[in-house]
């Protein structure tokens, strides 16, 4: 059973950063495909970044470009979300989300076979 664990979210003033981790178990796929996304109360799930384990492509949404930075960590069962310059927009519960393949709408579309439980990023200005 694939399970995914977030942690690292919490309060920051604007202009601060976070790094959230996110560590996946019971996986057995030789490569596989890892987001972040956020979601506010009434808004949709979003995607904020994505990255391909086998070339290491990576994807990020327009919203968090420059600012935000996805990575793996040694381990390789390791997912982070280095963010920086964190603005009040940025609040949300943040989600890992992982899968074999990404999504074939792409791969910031919240179509990711597995989850986290969600990690809560509070910005205040």
């Known amino acids: 059973q694939v399970q995914l664990m977030e942690s690292g979210g919490g309060s920051v003033q604007a202009g601060g950063s976070l790094t959230l981790s996110c560590t996946i178990s019971g996986y057995n796929f030789a490569q596989f495909c890892m987001g972040w996304f956020r979601q506010t109360p009434g808004k949709e799930r979003e995607g904020v970044a994505s990255?391909?384990?086998?070339?290491?492509?990576?994807t990020y949404a327009s919203s968090v470009s420059g600012r935000f930075t996805i990575a793996r960590g040694n381990e390789k069962n390791t997912l982070y979300l280095r963010m920086n310059d964190l603005k009040p927009e940025d609040t949300a519960t943040y989600y890992c989300?992982?899968?074999?393949?990404?999504?074939?709408?792409?791969?910031?579309?919240?179509?990711?076979?597995?989850w986290g439980q969600g990690s809560q990023v509070t910005v205040s200005s």
């Open positions: 990255i391909y384990t086998t070339n290491s492509d990576t």
């Open positions: 989300a992982a899968d074999k393949w990404c999504p074939m709408a792409g791969p910031l579309s919240p179509s990711f076979a597995y």
